[in-house]
C-alpha cells in the first residue's frame, strides 16, 4: 500500500512538473510571437537607418542624405537596400563619389545600374567603395592597397601628396559617428573576375 502511495504520489509531482513547464513553454512563445513597442517601431521604420537621434555625430547614410552633391550616391544605395549598412557601428570608410562622378560613367549607366534587376550588380561596385576602418586622407598614404566590403583589394595611391584609392581622388573628408566619408572625384569600378 505504501509502494503504491508512494507511485501515485511521485507521478502526480511528474505530472505537475510536465504541466508547468507546459505553461512556461507557452509562455515563453507567446513572449517571442509579440515583439514589444519599440521592436514594432523598428520593424515598421526597416530597421536602424530609420532612427532618428539628433544628439550623436550624424553616421554615414546621414550624412550622406544631408549632401546635395551625393544625391546620386544615396539613390543608388537605397536602390541597392543598403542604408542599414551604412549605419552599422564600424568603424567604416566610405569613398563616396560626387554626382558629377556619376555623371561622367557612360550614358544610360546609372539609370541601368538602378534598375531592379541590376540589383546585385550596383551592390557590387557600391560595397567596392567601403573599407573597414576609420582612416584619415594622411594615414591612408601608408597603405598599398586596401580590402572592401565586396571581398576585392583596392589599390592607394599617393601622386604629387594626393591620395587616390581605385584611381579616385580623395576631395574632402567628413567624419562621421560610425567612421568617415572620403569625398571622391570618380566611381571606383571593381575588377571584373
Known amino acids: 500500500m505504501k509502494s503504491t502511495l508512494k507511485l501515485s504520489m511521485l507521478g502526480l509531482f511528474a505530472l505537475s512538473i510536465i504541466l ?15 515583439p514589444t513597442q519599440d521592436e514594432a517601431v523598428l520593424e ?6 530609420f532612427i532618428e537621434d539628433e544628439a550623436s555625430t550624424p553616421n554615414i547614410l546621414q550624412i550622406a542624405l ?20 551604412l549605419v552599422n557601428a564600424g568603424p567604416l570608410m566610405v569613398f563616396a563619389p ?9 550614358p544610360g549607366t546609372v539609370e541601368d545600374l538602378l534598375k531592379p534587376e541590376n540589383k ?5 561596385i ?12 594622411d594615414f591612408l598614404k ?7 566590403a565586396n571581398n576585392q583589394n583596392v589599390a592607394v595611391e599617393v601622386k604629387d601628396n594626393e591620395v587616390y584609392v581605385g584611381g579616385a581622388k580623395i576631395v574632402a573628408s567628413v567624419s562621421a559617428g ?13 575588377p571584373t573576375q
Do not use: M, R, W
Open 44 to 49: 515598421s521604420n526597416k530597421g536602424q537607418a
Open 142 to 148: 601608408n597603405f598599398k592597397k586596401l580590402g572592401q
Open 178 to 190: 560610425n567612421g568617415i566619408v572620403h569625398v571622391v572625384d570618380k566611381v571606383i569600378l571593381p
Open 120 to 124: 546585385d550588380a550596383l551592390a557590387n
Open 98 to 106: 560626387t554626382n558629377a562622378a556619376f555623371d561622367a560613367l557612360p
Open 66 to 85: 544631408k549632401s546635395s552633391d551625393h544625391s546620386t550616391l544615396v539613390a543608388a544605395v537605397q536602390a541597392a537596400e543598403l542604408e542599414n549598412a
Open 126 to 137: 557600391l560595397k567596392y567603395h567601403v573599407t573597414p576602418g576609420n582612416y584619415s586622407k
Open 20 to 34: 508547468g513547464s507546459c505553461k512556461n513553454e507557452s509562455q515563453e512563445k507567446k513572449e517571442v510571437t509579440n
